[in-house]
């Protein structure tokens, strides 16, 4: 196991072992404990009480965070021609077609969002073993796939993000910087969280949300109370 910097022993004596914190003073503690020079990227994992094996337990959707990610999202749009200037003027950083889904056959995935329309489904598909293993194949449920693809630019543009349950049956997802203030940081996990809720699946039994757990790039996880949420 690797040994622990001066700065990463500083953050871990921080937080309390065994505690769980409510999700304001988890907000404000994490801020104190990021240590890099960088303006570090503050992520949610939330583990669910699913089996995401079984269809009628995954657990899927999207969120506009109130606040944003802090991230400046690269948006490609592949759409026809006619919709090409409501995908600029919706602030998309790529606009086009084929020259795009040649480059995406080349190799060529530099985005974060890829939104297109239903008639150019039929055009990705054979790409989908390029998109699909880095999450950026365009998906109905998530809204990435409309014929109102200035509103979708928008939105994501905005802070909306999508976010699945992974085969251990955990929700990671971005949620803002360090530099976002502790009421800003606390109001989009409560988005994310609440959304997660209205998500929980009929088949699921037992106890849904099992543990909460927000971090910084470097710094440790602070463990959240799930009741305090």
Do not use: C
């Amino acid at each position: 196991m690797a040994k622990l910097t001066k700065k990463q022993k500083e953050a871990a004596s921080k937080i309390e072992k065994n505690k769980l914190y409510s999700l304001k003073d988890a907000s404000a503690l994490i801020k104190e404990v990021a240590s890099a020079k960088f303006d570090e990227s503050v992520d949610i994992a939330v583990r669910l009480g699913v089996d995401p094996r079984k269809a009628n337990q995954m657990v899927r959707g999207v969120v506009t965070l109130p606040h944003g990610t802090g991230k400046d999202v690269r948006v490609l749009a592949l759409v026809t021609p006619d919709k090409e200037a409501e995908a600029k003027a919706a602030g998309a950083d790529f606009v086009g077609l084929d020259d795009y889904l040649q480059k995406i056959k080349d190799g060529w995935t530099d985005v974060d969002v890829i939104i297109t329309m239903p008639a150019v489904m039929g055009k990705l598909g054979p790409l989908g073993r390029i998109l699909g293993p880095r999450g950026l194949m365009p998906n109905p449920k998530t809204g990435t796939v409309t014929m109102e693809v200035g509103k979708a630019v928008g939105e994501v543009k905005a802070g909306k993000i999508d976010f699945k349950v992974d085969k251990t049956g955990i929700v990671h997802a971005g949620i803002g910087k360090v530099s976002f203030d502790a009421d800003k940081i606390s109001d989009n996990a409560h988005e994310i969280i609440q959304t997660l809720i209205k998500l929980k699946p009929t088949a699921a039994k037992g106890t849904y949300i099992k543990s909460i757990h927000i971090s910084s790039t470097m710094s440790p996880a602070i463990a959240l109370d799930p009741k305090a949420v």
